[in-house]
Each structure stands twice: as C-alpha cells, then as structure tokens.
C-alpha cells in the first residue's frame, strides 16, 4: 500500500464526492474513486479519475441538481462589531 506524502499515513482507495470547478461554475461529482489518507483524510486522485471528471463535466449530462447555500466572509469582517 502507498503511503501519504504528507503524514505518511496508509493510502485507502475510496469513493468519494469531489467538489469540481469547471468553466466558472462548480460540479459536485459523486463515486470518484480516490486515495485517502487514513491518518490525516488527504485525497489524492489518480489521473484516470481526473480523466473521468474532465469528460462527465464536459460531456456528461447532470443526474440531479443541488442548492448549495453562499457564505461571504468578507461581509462579516466588514459589519460594525457588537460589543
């Protein structure tokens, strides 16, 4: 088994939901298969699943659509503190 560059804990394949960005807009692509650190949770994709994703963001048709809600941290660094 392989080892985590980071931590050098055991690398585990997994199937894991990624977060892409493509073309300015985010996808959330279910069952990629990964490596994950079973020490520090790193994931590490093997190029067929970068291959994978690349294909299904651009050829592939969504099979559901989520909300996601959007957090600006900006915007609460900028509000008057309470004190």
């Known amino acids: 088994m392989r080892s985590c560059i980071y931590c050098k804990g055991l690398l585990r394949p997994r199937r894991i939901e990624h977060m892409h960005r493509w073309a300015g807009q985010y996808c959330l692509i279910k069952n990629v298969r990964a ?3 079973g020490q520090c ?16 963001v651009e050829h592939g048709r969504p099979t559901a659509t989520v909300s ?6 900006r915007a ?6 309470r004190g």
């Open 68 to 73: 996601v809600p959007v957090h600006d941290l």
């Open 76 to 81: 609460l660094t900028a509000a008057p503190s």
């Open 35 to 37: 490596d994950v650190c």
């Open 41 to 56: 949770g790193e994931i590490f994709l093997p190029p067929a699943s970068l291959k994978a994703i690349d294909r299904v």
